[in-house]
C-alpha cells in the first residue's frame, strides 16, 4: 500500500509540473512604467516594425501607460509554488500530498491578496509619474522649456547643475513626496491646474 501511495503522489507531482509550465501566446500587452516599443518588442519575440504595423503607430517612440498594443510574439510563464508543491508531494502518501496542496493553496491564495494591494498602489503612482514625464517633456531626460529642464520639466535650481537621469528621477521624486505626498495627487493637481 505504502508503494502505491509513493507512486500515486509520483505521478500527481509530475502532473503539477506539467501544469507550472505553460505557453501562452501574448496578443496584446499593456504598457507599464518604463515600457518602450524596444523593450516590449525584445520581451515578446518580436520586433519593433512588427508592433508598430499591427498597432498603427505614427510615433514608434511616444507611448502612454495602460494603452493596449498588440504583439506577435510568445512568452512562457512558470509557477514556482506548483513546482515546489510538485517536489514535496513526491515523497509522501495521497492524504498528506492533498493537504500539503491545499495549504499551498490557501497560503498563496493570502500572499497574492496582500502584494495586490500594494501593488495597485505603487502601480497607480508609477503610471502617474509616467503620465506625468509625457506630459511635460514626452518622456525626454533632454527635453527644455527656459528654465525647465529634463523629463519632469524640473526648474534648474532643484537641479544643482546635475542634470543626469538618476539626478531628474531622485529630484522629482523628493520634490513630488514633499509638495503633493504622491504622484497620483501631483496627477490629480496638474489635471486642474495644468501644471504640478
Same mark, same amino acid.
Given at each position: 500500500?505504502?508503494?502505491?501511495?509513493?507512486?500515486?503522489?509520483?505521478? !500527481?507531482?509530475?502532473?503539477?509540473?506539467?501544469?507550472?509550465?505553460?505557453?501562452?501566446?501574448?496578443?496584446?500587452?499593456?504598457?507599464?512604467?518604463?515600457?518602450?516599443?524596444?523593450?516590449?518588442?525584445?520581451?515578446?519575440?518580436?520586433?519593433?516594425? !512588427?508592433?508598430?504595423?499591427?498597432?498603427?503607430?505614427?510615433?514608434?517612440?511616444?507611448?502612454?501607460?495602460?494603452?493596449?498594443?498588440?504583439?506577435?510574439?510568445?512568452?512562457?510563464?512558470?509557477?514556482?509554488?506548483?513546482?515546489?508543491?510538485?517536489?514535496?508531494? !513526491?515523497?509522501?502518501?495521497?492524504?498528506?500530498?492533498?493537504?500539503?496542496?491545499?495549504?499551498?493553496?490557501?497560503?498563496?491564495?493570502?500572499?497574492?491578496?496582500?502584494?495586490?494591494?500594494?501593488?495597485?498602489?505603487?502601480?497607480?503612482?508609477?503610471?502617474?509619474?509616467?503620465?506625468?514625464?509625457?506630459?511635460?517633456?514626452?518622456?525626454?531626460?533632454?527635453?527644455?522649456?527656459?528654465?525647465?529642464?529634463?523629463?519632469?520639466?524640473?526648474?534648474?535650481?532643484?537641479?544643482?547643475?546635475?542634470?543626469?537621469?538618476?539626478?531628474?528621477?531622485?529630484?522629482?521624486?523628493?520634490?513630488?513626496?514633499?509638495?503633493?505626498?504622491?504622484?497620483?495627487? !501631483?496627477?490629480?493637481?496638474?489635471?486642474?491646474?495644468?501644471?504640478?
Amino acid at each position: 500500500m505504502k508503494v502505491k501511495n509513493i507512486v500515486l503522489s509520483t505521478v !500527481a507531482a509530475l502532473g503539477l509540473f506539467t501544469i507550472a509550465t505553460t505557453t501562452a501566446n501574448a496578443d496584446t500587452v499593456t504598457v507599464k512604467a518604463g515600457d518602450t516599443v524596444a523593450k516590449i518588442a525584445s520581451e515578446h519575440q518580436t520586433t519593433i516594425n !512588427a508592433i508598430e504595423k499591427a498597432n498603427n503607430l505614427k510615433n514608434v517612440n511616444l507611448i502612454f501607460v495602460g494603452d493596449q498594443l498588440e504583439v506577435n510574439g510568445s512568452t512562457t510563464a512558470t509557477t514556482a509554488t506548483n513546482t515546489a508543491a510538485a517536489s514535496t508531494t !513526491a515523497t509522501t502518501n495521497n492524504t498528506t500530498s492533498e493537504n500539503t496542496a491545499s495549504t499551498t493553496s490557501q497560503n498563496t491564495t493570502t500572499t497574492s491578496t496582500e502584494t495586490t494591494t500594494s501593488t495597485t498602489t505603487n502601480d497607480s503612482d508609477s503610471a502617474a509619474k509616467a503620465w506625468i514625464a509625457n506630459q511635460e517633456s514626452g518622456g525626454s531626460y533632454t527635453a527644455t522649456n527656459g528654465q525647465y529642464i529634463g523629463k519632469y520639466q524640473l526648474s534648474s535650481s532643484y537641479l544643482n547643475g546635475d542634470y543626469s537621469a538618476a539626478n531628474q528621477e531622485k529630484v522629482a521624486d523628493s520634490y513630488v513626496a514633499s509638495r503633493y505626498g504622491s504622484w497620483s495627487a !501631483a496627477k490629480a493637481h496638474w489635471l486642474a491646474n495644468n501644471w504640478y
